[in-house]
């Protein structure tokens, strides 16, 4: 058992959502879900096949400054956070349009922080074929938060930016997106991602070089490691997909059936917790 996460032994607690704890099994085994409300944390994996209630008490708390808001803005804050926070802005999600050196980042030293980092581009395997990008200290949490059950690493480049702009040629033949439906449903045949890394680096041979004599010979590296494959705690998963909402339905009850990506899989459907940042839940699990 990991011990990235504090887990308390509490079967009931009200507090604020944040995105589940995801930590990678050993080996072949599944991964190790946390729960987490406010400051507690509670282990979902021992709880498979209990009942499980999260009742929204109507109240949100931004994640970034905890002020009280009506509404949650890109899954989790506040307005004016939304508005001010580097982390919320377009260029986050869209890296290519990075606008640092325009010396117009919403939070310089943040950017500095996060963005100006070593970046890898990767190929996964979550409802199909997709590629992605994001921070090197950020993996595998990224695989395991988008439900992928195969990963593999290929480039690795100097910052966010050159990341936006590698992704962007793959787009031209490769999507980047997660069916959330078959992913949960996991009939998600495995595939062979070195071989698709060396098709889609044959195919954009020349596309990449170009790029590399704009930013720089050794600023895009190929990586060569073998590929991860990641499992997830289910015991069944839904044959047909259904989801909960906080704000259509404060109540969300059934039999926890399994755990993957951000999503709980209840025996009455299934919630995206990540979406419901900052919700104020009380949990109960019988
Ligand atoms: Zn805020």
Redo the contacts with the bound molecule.
Sequence with gaps: MSDLFSVADVTAARGTLRKMGIAPGEGEAPAHYTLRTGEQRLALNAHLGAALRLTHTGNIH??????R?RKSFAQG??Y???KSLAQCDTCIVKPETCHYHLGTCREPRWGEQHCFQPHVVYLANSSGLKVGITRKTQLPTRWLDQGAIQALPILEVDDRLQSGLVETLFKQVVGDRTNWRAMLKGDVAPLDLVAERDRLLASLAPELAALRQRVGETAIREVSLDPLSLSYPVWEAPRKVVSHNFDKDPDVSGRLMGLKGQYLILDTGVINLRKFGGYEVDVAIE
């Design positions: 931004c994640l970034h400054c905890g002020r808001t804050y506040c004016p956070c939304f």
